[in-house]
């Protein structure tokens, strides 16, 4: 390795320096022909993940049957942590980028779900979510074209102040973004079809609040129907040269800056479908929804699943959402009052978040994947002595 | 999942239900209320023997101090109830959760009370833009919402949320207490206003204007999260306001004196209920200023709101209540608080309440019971809750008195009035009143 190489890796920062070997080994899952085992999977990978996605489907709805009402809300929350999740690791897995703005870009997508459901007379709600999407989706490219010329720290830095800026203007704006108390969304009912589902499927009740629970859950799976795609595509491979080796891949035809930008629209899309979801969810889009701290809390989800990968972004969103309330009420059972109970929560998740740093800082897919790799390795080497 | 299995599960479930209420009749039933009769599962969260309320509060978080101690308050009441016997032989289980006064999550434990829990009714749940984010779900559910902690005008609209209730003044009667106050007290003085950015400094706004809206120079408003409020205090200063009202909360009270202090700013200070307690004002100042203002000192002198007696009035028969109350409260710590007395004050409403439901409440019913009954409810309160059939409001009066140290004086005798600027202000003829002698009230279920 020449000299100046090493300077470039030296003063691109510490932080790139290893990082991409082991960090994000969750986002270098093996196309599936490639690797050269018998699968029940087929080989094509558009097929292969249209048989995943069903599967999913047909499992989600028998967990939301199975499920009480709780749960069924607890899901929906799920859904849209996990839509955010999945689009933050994909920029931050693939194409090495960080954001914390996150949160605002979600608030964006909240803001314009309330405001549309507000109207007179609402237009469907896909029409809706696929706005929220269209419009974050644009703030996320004017964004992005600033983000592709940053780097770590820098680009954290920048997206940063997003989050802390951007729901200022809701307060600034507070005669039509209804300022600090935010405003109220018209959450939709269940239509007649969906209650004859539930009645066909299962017989429970088709409440608001399980529709609600349906709809985060198939926004939930349709993106990361098409994230998987795309990460597997032409597209997520140029993410990721960008992401190992800017020379290499500037030498190889790659236009770094346009492919960044890209993976920060993408990213930004999702999480404006996360906000969508989330307004129809919570029903309220409010300042204080969309702090620094949910921003901080998708990067911690993704960090603890595996970085770049979506199995990881869902394992991580849930540890968000069930992990507090499970320890609070451990801690009431244990004799904790609830005021101490509730301080348990945030203390517990620190610790999590610690012991997976040390113990697996590849996160939970990450650190599974690379121990089957070892092992694999291990393997073939004894049967080639063999 | 099929749906003979799901039918087995049915028959399972209310085969259950039945052994266990004929095993309840079987055992027989010692107290008996005032109907007679035996107790029954009448609704969801209630058996034979307990009856669940929940609440949200901020346990964690910027508005933890002082907030979270109010559920500790209310919690021993309704332990002390308990201890007595309960409401109609029914042990009070007292749920609360954490919110971190944060929407997104009071929507989240709320699902959590309403669904897991599944408690009877909610009581007292804290604060305007997290228990905005519940309305419409507790509403549609039909779980009673009962004491909303907070003084929005929000709380008192049957027509749209018909199981919500509000507890406290709303601010906008608030406003006008102070604004007549200061009229004929102050009718000279240059008015400046340092509110809260929402319905809290709104409302308050509204009631003010009323009576002093030619004395006011300045308005000037801070977004709660942005802890310099110096601009603001400058702006007043600048506009040569003598007197100046603040509807804010204690932090920003807190944040207010400092910001007066360092531009060596000295008016008239007039502060709402909310924002005035000394104690956890003094704590906070002596936090933010790390220890340069050790008291609450700064506050001496400052003119503020009162609706229920406070911790230093020991004296007072419903302090010592409290402090009985405090006293043999098995999961006390730490010292009786004014906000542990809104706790109290609030559980002992809801007793009343449940009571007035009858032996074996219904969602509706306790509702019902509130609007027939609630403007009666007797209690440590200067002036009556004004709740019936066509209103939701709350307490209708209050006092003006003025901070001296960590205890005050009062400046008026009891006043009320109602919302609304053809409303006159007149001076309460209700006598004070005095705790029953076991502490815990008597109300008649309603027909």
Redesign the interface.
């Known amino acids: 390795m020449s000299q100046p190489q090493e300077k470039t890796a030296a003063s691109a920062g510490e932080m790139t320096s290893e990082s991409p070997v082991e960090a994000t080994t969750a986002a270098n899952a093996p196309s599936g022909p490639a690797s050269a085992r018998r699968s029940l999977l087929p080989g094509n990978t558009l097929l292969r993940h249209l048989v995943i996605l069903a599967v999913c489907a047909v499992g989600a709805v ?1 967990l939301l ?2 499920t ?3 749960r069924n ?2 899901f929906a ?1 799920l859904a849209y942590y996990a839509i955010a999740a999945g689009g933050l690791t994909v920029l931050t897995g693939l194409n090495g980028q960080i954001s914390l703005g996150h949160g605002a870009l979600m608030a964006v997508g909240a803001y314009t779900t309330a405001l549309l459901l507000g109207a007179e007379e609402p237009l469907p709600l896909a029409v809706v979510f696929l706005a929220a999407v269209g419009i974050t989706l644009l703030l996320g490219a004017v964004v992005g074209v600033a983000a592709a010329r940053l780097h770590g720290p820098y680009l954290a830095g920048a997206t940063l102040a997003l989050a802390v800026g951007l729901p200022g203007l809701a ?1 600034y704006y ?1 005669d039509v973004l209804g ?4 405003l ?1 969304v018209q ?1 939709p009912r269940a239509p007649e079809w969906f209650q004859g589902f539930i009645g066909f499927v ?2 429970n009740n088709a409440t ?2 399980k529709w609600l629970a349906y709809v985060g859950v198939i926004c939930l799976l349709l993106t990361f129907f098409l994230l998987a795609n795309l990460a597997r595509s032409r597209v997520g491979r140029t993410w990721r040269a960008v992401r190992d080796e800017e020379v290499a891949a500037e030498l190889a035809g790659i236009d770094l800056g346009a492919w960044r930008v890209l993976a920060f629209v993408v990213s930004a899309a999702c999480a404006g479908l996360a906000g969508a979801v ?1 307004g129809v ?4 889009a ?4 969309f ?1 620094i701290v949910l921003s901080i809390a998708l990067l911690t989800a993704i960090v603890i699943g595996g970085l770049g990968s979506l199995l990881g972004a869902l394992l991580g969103s849930a540890l968000l959402v069930f992990l507090p ?1 499970f320890v ?1 009420n451990l801690g009431a059972d244990l004799g904790l ?3 101490e109970a ?2 348990l ?2 203390f517990i998740y620190g610790v999590v978040l610690i012991i997976v740093m040390i113990a697996a800082p590849a996160g939970f897919v990450g650190t599974i994947r690379l121990r089957w790799l070892q092992a694999r390795g291990k393997r073939a080497a004894r049967t080639a002595q063999g | 999942m099929t749906r003979s299995s799901r039918r087995l599960t049915r028959l399972l479930a209310a085969a259950t239900v039945t052994s266990a209420l004929a095993a309840c009749g079987g055992g027989g039933d010692g107290g008996g209320g005032g109907g007679g009769g035996e107790n029954e599962a009448s609704d969801i969260g209630v058996t034979a023997d307990t009856i669940r309320i929940g609440s949200h509060y901020p346990l964690t978080g910027v508005a933890a101090p002082g907030y979270s101690e109010i559920p500790t308050g209310a919690q021993c009441y309704f332990e002390f109830v308990n201890d007595a016997g309960g409401v109609y032989d029914r042990q009070i289980e007292f749920i609360y959760r954490d919110d971190a006064y944060n929407p997104t999550q009071t929507v989240q434990v709320v699902n959590e009370l309403v669904l897991q829990d599944e408690i009877f009714a909610m009581m007292g749940g804290l604060g305007t833009p997290t228990h905005r984010a519940v309305l419409d779900f507790l509403n549609g559910e039909g779980v009673p919402d009962l004491f909303v902690a907070s003084g929005s005008l929000l709380w008192d609209n049957p027509e749209e949320y018909p199981y919500t209730f509000g507890w406290q003044p709303d601010y906008e009667i608030e406003g006008k207490f102070i604004g007549n106050y200061i009229a004929e007290n102050f009718p000279d003085a240059r008015v400046g206003l340092f509110l809260q950015d929402d319905d809290f400094g709104e409302d308050g706004r509204a009631g003010l204007e009323g009576y002093i809206e030619d004395q006011i120079v300045a308005v000037e408003t801070y977004v709660p999260g942005n802890t310099d409020v110096g601009p603001q205090i400058a702006a007043l200063q600048a506009a040569g306001a003598d007197l100046v009202v603040s509807f804010s909360v204690p932090s920003y009270t807190a944040l207010g004196q400092l910001a007066a202090l360092r531009l060596g700013y000295q008016p008239q200070w007039f502060y709402s209920n909310v924002g005035s307690d000394p104690t956890l004002v003094g704590s906070l100042l002596a936090n933010f200023s790390e220890g340069a203002v050790s008291d609450a000192s700064l506050l001496d002198g400052a003119i503020t709101t009162e609706y229920i007696p406070t911790v230093d009035q020991t004296d007072n028969p419903w302090v010592q209540l409290w402090q009985r109350v405090w006293d043999e409260c098995s999961t006390a710590e730490g010292e009786l608080t004014n906000f542990r007395i809104y706790g109290m004050n609030q559980a002992y409403t809801t007793v009343q309440a449940l009571q007035a439901a009858g032996q074996n409440p219904t969602r509706d019913g306790l509702v019902a019971a509130v609007e027939q009954a609630g403007g009666d409810f007797q209690g440590s309160w200067y002036a009556p809750f004004r709740y019936s059939a066509d209103r939701h409001a709350g307490i209708s009066g209050m006092q003006v008195s003025r901070i001296t140290g960590n205890t005050s004086e009062e400046l008026t005798p009891v006043l009320i009035t109602d919302n609304g600027e053809d409303v006159d202000i007149e001076e309460s003829d209700n006598e004070p009143t005095t705790p029953p002698e076991d502490g815990i009230p008597d109300v008649e279920p309603v027909e």
């Open positions: 028998a049957e199975l009480s009402p709780f809300s607890q929350v307060l507070d300022g600090e108390q935010g109220r959450s299962s017989g608001t609040t989330l969810v919570i029903r309220l409010a300042p204080s929804g702090t309330p609070t009052n609830n005021t509730a301080q929560a945030p």
